[in-house]
Structure formats: structure tokens, C-alpha cells
């Protein structure tokens, strides 16, 4: 599955027909979301910026209620993950179609049928085929400015989400097509400083494990985020361990990626034992890994990331 209508590159979105009447969804503050909007050139349309990181099911409601009876005849998610979100939610709610223009890139949100929503102040990570766009528009446009970690935070994730799901034990010959393209141009863009080529290698890594699975690198990498570690600055070590110990294609070259964006070691402050007993339930990830893995390689894996420094 994929967006019925994907643009992509230089201009993009500027040059997409926009709808009257849309609800552009955003997060940042308006000196921001105006020069976007202007480059855009839409016209005529509502604006909600009231979004915040990690959005909770309360905002989606909140849209929905505020925007009823107004004949919007689509949401425009602009802006990093939370907008998307928000607005992949909202288009499941309420049926209306939803285009969506990442500002920053790695997730590969706007291919996929993935949504995180908060609940109860939890965050879901939820899968629904109603959360796949009407339209994505990936342009670099946006790129510049991104602060450093952001962006090699996100670089990160698209590099481990597109071999992992190469990887994946879902994965076949037409999802490995896009991960392993992903990843090539990925690769250049990090290592050869071309950062104008992220979106689009991003873009490729959401159609291609969107539609497989990340596998063990993803779930080792979650008792580190839940200890307050950026999911992509995880991925470094965790993405790197797993590839070793799955003898990926992608070891070598993930692990270069991981060094040249300077990521640092790993620590966790809860016991290896305990973390393997968090991790060993993921089933999600784990029954995809291309091996079988027990909780004594979880173990294994996770000693190797916080005491012997994988990326040395
Ligand atoms: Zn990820």
C-alpha cells in the first residue's frame, strides 16, 4: 500500500494543486508555518497550529469538533511527526482526505499506515490502512535549518528502518526493491554530505518497510527511548548490534552511517535482565527478525551496546 498520489523533489510543493477549503494542521509558530505557506501558494483555506509533540486522541477531538459543519474538503498535515499524526487520525474519524508534507524527514510517515497517539498520556503506536494519505508531497524545500540532531536523528532512522525492513522476514522482491534503493541513497546522501537527497531516500524507506516491518534493531531500541534516548539516536547502536548478530547485508554500511553522524555509546540505567524482559514481548518486531531471537541474545545484544562500544 502506498498514498494514491505521491510528489516529490524540488518544488513539489509549490506546484501541487491545492483544494479550496482545506484545514492545514501544523505545530510550529506562524513566522515559521507563513514563509511555508507562501511558498506553497495555497489560498483560501482554515489553519490549526495548536499541535504539540507526542498528540494526545484530546486534540484530534478537538479539531473534529472545531472544524464541523465547516465543508473542509481536506487536512494538510504540514510540519514533523505530530502534525502527520494528527491529521491521519482525524482523516480515519472523520473520512475527509488528508495530504501530507513532511518538514522534517526520516519517519517515512507520510508512505505508511502507521499513526502514534497518545492515550491516557501512553502513546499507541497504532496501524490502520485508513491512515495512508490521499496525497504525500516530499520536497526538500523544507530541509534547510533543520538543526543538526534532528536531522541526523531522523537520517538514522530512515537508514535502520529501510535495512531492517529489507531484512524483515515480511519483506519480498517488491518491498526489498524500495528498502534497498532507500538505503543506497541514503548511504550517499549521509556519507557524501548530499543532505538534499534525505527526503526522498526517506520517502522510499517508508514505502519499503511500511509494508514489510522493522525488526530486532527497532526492538531493542525502545528500552533506550523509554529511558529518554531520541528513537533515531537509539537506532545507532541498536540497528548496528542487530545487523551483527543477523549477520545483515547492512552491517558494514549501517555501522558507517552510525559513525559518521558521531553518534555516542548507549547507557541504560535499568538492569540488562529487565530490559530483556520489556523487549521479549515485542512481538511485533522480534517474529519478523530474519532469525530466531531468545532472551539471552536480547541480553547479549544489549551488553554489547552499553558496554562493549558497538560503534568503535
Ligand atoms: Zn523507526
Same mark, same amino acid.
Given at each position: 500500500?502506498?498514498?494514491?498520489?505521491?510528489?516529490?523533489?524540488?518544488?513539489?510543493?509549490?506546484?501541487?494543486?491545492?483544494?479550496?477549503?482545506?484545514?492545514?494542521?501544523?505545530?510550529?509558530?506562524? +513566522?515559521?508555518?507563513?514563509?511555508?505557506?507562501? *511558498?506553497?501558494?495555497?489560498?483560501?483555506?482554515?489553519?490549526?497550529?495548536?499541535?504539540?509533540?507526542? =498528540?494526545?486522541?484530546?486534540?484530534?477531538?478537538? /479539531?473534529?469538533?472545531?472544524?464541523?459543519?465547516?465543508? /473542509?474538503?481536506?487536512?494538510?498535515?504540514?510540519?514533523?511527526?505530530?502534525?502527520?499524526?494528527?491529521?491521519?487520525?482525524?482523516?480515519?474519524?472523520?473520512?475527509?482526505?488528508?495530504?501530507?508534507?513532511?518538514?522534517?524527514?526520516?519517519?517515512?510517515?507520510?508512505?505508511?499506515? *502507521?499513526?502514534?497517539?497518545?492515550?491516557?498520556?501512553?502513546?499507541?503506536?497504532?496501524? +490502520?490502512?485508513?491512515?495512508?494519505?490521499?496525497?504525500?508531497?516530499?520536497?526538500?524545500?523544507?530541509?534547510?535549518?533543520? =538543526?543538526? !540532531?534532528?536531522?541526523?536523528?531522523?537520517?538514522? +532512522?530512515?537508514?535502520?528502518?529501510?535495512?531492517?525492513?529489507?531484512?524483515s522476514k515480511l519483506g519480498n522482491p517488491f518491498t526489498q526493491l524500495f528498502c534497498k534503493e532507500a538505503f543506497d541513497i541514503l548511504y550517499d546522501a549521509i556519507m557524501n554530505d548530499k543532505h538534499i537527497l534525505l527526503p526522498y531516500g %526517506?520517502?522510499?524507506?517508508?514505502?519499503?518497510?511500511?509494508?514489510?516491518?522493522?525488526?530486532?534493531? #527497532?526492538?531493542?531500541?525502545?528500552?533506550?527511548? !523509554?529511558?529518554?534516548?531520541?528513537?533515531?539516536?537509539?537506532?545507532?547502536?541498536?540497528?548496528?548490534?542487530? #545487523?551483527?548478530? !543477523?549477520?545483515?547485508? *547492512?552491517?558494514?554500511?549501517?555501522?558507517?552511517? %552510525?559513525?559518521k553522524l558521531k553518534f555516542e555509546q548507549l547507557k541504560l540505567k535499568q538492569p540488562l535482565d529487565q530490559a530483556a524482559d520489556v523487549i521479549m514481548p515485542d512481538r511485533g518486531h522480534l517474529d519478523y527478525n530474519p532469525i530466531p531471537v531468545?532472551?539471552? +541474545?536480547?541480553?547479549?545484544?544489549?551488553?554489547?551496546?552499553?558496554?562493549?562500544?558497538?560503534? %568503535?
Amino acid at each position: 500500500m502506498m498514498p494514491k498520489k505521491i510528489m516529490f523533489g524540488e518544488n513539489a510543493a509549490k506546484e501541487f494543486p491545492y483544494p479550496k477549503n482545506a484545514l492545514v494542521i501544523t505545530t510550529t509558530t506562524p +513566522d515559521i508555518y507563513n514563509k511555508w505557506l507562501d *511558498y506553497m501558494g495555497i489560498k483560501n483555506y482554515e489553519l490549526y497550529d495548536k499541535v504539540t509533540p507526542d =498528540p494526545a486522541i484530546e486534540t484530534v477531538e478537538e /479539531i473534529k469538533k472545531q472544524y464541523e459543519g465547516k465543508n /473542509i474538503s481536506c487536512y494538510i498535515g504540514l510540519g514533523g511527526g505530530s502534525s502527520l499524526d494528527v491529521c491521519k487520525y482525524l482523516g480515519k474519524m472523520t473520512g475527509i482526505p488528508k495530504i501530507l508534507i513532511p518538514t522534517t524527514f526520516g519517519t517515512g510517515a507520510e508512505m505508511t499506515t *502507521y499513526a502514534v497517539i497518545s492515550f491516557d498520556h501512553k502513546k499507541k503506536l497504532l496501524q +490502520d490502512e485508513a491512515f495512508l494519505a490521499d496525497a504525500s508531497i516530499v520536497d526538500p524545500y523544507f530541509l534547510p535549518g533543520t =538543526p543538526f !540532531n534532528i536531522m541526523r536523528n531522523s537520517a538514522c +532512522d530512515a537508514a535502520a528502518q529501510a535495512s531492517e525492513g529489507y531484512d524483515s522476514k515480511l519483506g519480498n522482491p517488491f518491498t526489498q526493491l524500495f528498502c534497498k534503493e532507500a538505503f543506497d541513497i541514503l548511504y550517499d546522501a549521509i556519507m557524501n554530505d548530499k543532505h538534499i537527497l534525505l527526503p526522498y531516500g %526517506a520517502m522510499l524507506s517508508g514505502i519499503g518497510f511500511g509494508n514489510s516491518s522493522t525488526t530486532l534493531g #527497532h526492538a531493542l531500541s525502545y528500552v533506550f527511548s !523509554n529511558e529518554g534516548v531520541p528513537h533515531g539516536y537509539a537506532l545507532s547502536s541498536c540497528t548496528t548490534v542487530a #545487523h551483527k548478530f !543477523n549477520q545483515s547485508p *547492512y552491517y558494514k554500511r549501517f555501522k558507517e552511517i %552510525a559513525q559518521k553522524l558521531k553518534f555516542e555509546q548507549l547507557k541504560l540505567k535499568q538492569p540488562l535482565d529487565q530490559a530483556a524482559d520489556v523487549i521479549m514481548p515485542d512481538r511485533g518486531h522480534l517474529d519478523y527478525n530474519p532469525i530466531p531471537v531468545s532472551k539471552e +541474545d536480547v541480553i547479549k545484544c544489549l551488553d554489547e551496546i552499553v558496554n562493549a562500544n558497538p560503534l %568503535a
